[in-house]
């Protein structure tokens, strides 16, 4: 353990300067939670989205699964995880900026319908 200031230093730099960022992420989740209700086959209980995490299902019936929604989305840059067949999980963080967050939401839609102007978002 001769390296534990190394160690430490990274820690303390994160609790100095991204605590603070914690809220923003937070709010950007909740408006991706809010904005994914919006497309048709998606559900997100936006009463659980209380941090960066949240998790996305994909209504039953619909034309997508979560593994080809995964696919498609890695195409446009969106990193995700399958939670299961019919739910993916999404965490952001600070470098993630609410432009970011329409570009996810615009991607969401051309991947499910090919579509991004039908909720708005391009």
Same mark, same amino acid.
Do not use: W
């Given at each position: &353990?001769?390296?534990?200031g190394i160690l ?32 048709? !086959? ?26 080809k929604l995964y ?5 446009? !840059?969106?990193?995700? &995880?399958?939670?299961?067949?019919? *739910? ?8 993630? *900026? ?7 939401? *615009? ?6 319908? !090919? ?8």
């Amino acid at each position: &353990m001769r390296q534990v200031g190394i160690l430490c230093a990274g820690a303390l730099v994160a609790l100095h300067e991204n605590v603070a960022k914690l809220e923003g992420d937070h709010k950007k989740a909740k408006t991706l939670a809010e904005g994914l209700n919006q497309i048709k !086959g998606l559900r997100v209980d936006t009463e659980t989205v209380e941090t960066n995490i949240l998790y996305v299902h994909i209504l039953e019936g619909s034309t997508i699964t979560a593994e080809k929604l995964y696919k498609k989305l890695e195409e446009y !840059g969106i990193l995700t &995880m399958n939670e299961s067949s019919s *739910s993916i999980r999404i965490v952001l963080h600070h470098q993630i *900026s609410a432009s970011d967050v329409q570009y996810t939401l *615009s991607c969401f839609q051309k991947a499910l319908t !090919g579509a991004p102007e039908e909720n708005g978002y391009q």
